[in-house]
Structures are given as C-alpha cells and as structure tokens.
C-alpha cells in the first residue's frame, strides 16, 4: 500500500500563506514566492503538491492560474488545484494551465447535479473532492457557508456518482497543529474502503504521519508543519525512500 505525501501552498496576492483555521484575517506569510516553494519542494523528493487558490475561493473563480502555469512549468510536480472552481471554464483554466487534478468542494454541496456532471466528463481520477467540515457540519465557500446536509450522506452520494478521490478537512484542526482527526478518518476509511482518502488539516509531526499511513490513508496533505519547522523535508524524503523500498 502507498500513501502520497502532499504539500500544501495556499495563495492570497500571489503569496505562499497559511490561515489559522480558515480565518482571513489570521494568516500568516511565508514566502513571497510560490514557485521558489516548490523548487524546494521538488528538490527535497516531494512530488505532489496542493494548490490553493484562496482569492479564488473568495471571488468563486480561479484568480492564480498564472502561479499554476509558471509551477507546472518549470517543475514535474503533480499538482492538484483548488479554490475557485466554479464554472467548466475554471477546469479548464486549471487543465490548460498544468493541473493534473481540479478539487472541486463547494460546487458538489451547492450543484449536485452540475458536479455529477463534471464526474462523468472528466473522469474520478481527474475531479479531487474536497470535504471541508466542521462540527459534522459540512463547509464551503471558502468556509464561509455551512450545510445541514449529513455528512456520510453526502460522502455516500458522492461515491455514488463515481467520486474516487475524496480528501477531508476538520477546520477545527486547521492551522492549528494540534493533530488530525484520526477518529473521523478511521470511520470514513471503514464506511468507504474503496475510495482513495487523503487526509488534512491538523498534521503536527512525523508521527502523526506514520499514524495516518497505519490508518490507511492514500495521501496526506501537510502544511503549516512543514512551514512551521516541525516537520523536515528531509525527514518526508527519508520516509518516502523507506516506503518505496517497502513495494
């Protein structure tokens, strides 16, 4: 079994961030420059990246596709490219631009049937669900909004209509560096064995990883650890080196 280890960069004015919980007004910079990011990225062995579109998110429509093009192009990073993803020209944007997957979050709550719709276009490998809750509740619009549709119910509907890759994020967790919600992943890994799950949101070191792996996660996606020095890139090398000579 593998799991993907996966970067995040989130984007407000063309900068690498990280909010505190989805909070705009609790960011914090990191680097003025994301491809100088995913250089380092790339040269420390990572080869998935997680690219947020956070001015997207607001504007509900892709803003950085320039960031995007100027990433793909000058790195073999496989990136998936969310926020803003609102319109079939905002796929296309993303594809045409380098992406190799779009995630799309609040176009499944809101217009079931136009998402049902890009599945069926573009394929499950192509379409990334993003499921953003908090207290069972799920969140979207750059989580802003929140449905009381029931959460395994919309997995279930989600699956239903050929979604195979879903990733989730406890906002709770966010940001925060105070560890995944291992219980909420552990349930949705037994409801849904056959759907690829990445994790996110919460991931404070390499345990937290290792516990993720143990869970059967196909991915996780770490942020504000990485930025925040609490996880090395040359530990995720090492760990990636040691699970390649594993398969």
């Not at 984007?11 to 989805?22: A, F, N, S, T, Y």
């Not at 079939?88 to 631009?97: G, L, Q, R, Y």
């Not at 996880?231 to 995720?236: A, F, G, H």
């Amino acid at each position: 079994m593998k799991m993907d280890i996966i970067v995040a960069i989130d984007l407000i004015d063309g900068k690498c961030v990280r909010l505190i919980q989805g909070d705009f007004k609790r960011k914090k910079i990191y680097n003025k420059d994301p491809l100088e990011v995913a250089l380092l990225l790339e040269n420390h062995g990572i080869s998935r990246l997680h690219l947020v579109d956070l001015d997207g998110a607001k504007k509900r429509k892709v803003v950085h596709w320039r960031i995007l093009e100027k990433i793909a192009k000058n790195t073999r990073l496989i990136i998936d490219f969310g926020g803003g993803i609102h319109s079939e020209e905002d796929i296309h944007t993303v594809f045409e631009n380098g992406g190799h997957m779009v995630t799309v979050g609040s176009i499944a709550v809101q217009k079931p049937f136009l998402f049902k719709k890009w599945i069926d276009t573009y394929g499950g490998d192509k379409i990334l669900l993003g499921v953003d809750v908090k207290n069972n509740k799920i969140a979207s619009h750059g989580w802003t909004k929140f449905s009381d549709f029931p959460f395994f119910g919309f997995l279930q509907e989600k699956s239903n209509h050929g979604v195979k890759k879903i990733f989730c994020t406890d906002i709770s967790k966010d940001g925060v560096l105070s560890g995944p919600s291992f219980l909420l992943y552990e349930k949705i890994l037994e409801k849904f064995p056959n759907i690829e799950f990445i994790a996110s949101g919460g991931i404070r070191n390499m345990d937290d990883v290792y516990k993720l792996f143990n869970l059967g996660c196909s991915g996780v996606i770490i942020g504000k650890a990485i930025y925040e020095n609490k996880i090395s890139l040359s530990n995720l090398k090492n760990w990636k080196g040691k699970r390649n000579n594993n398969n």
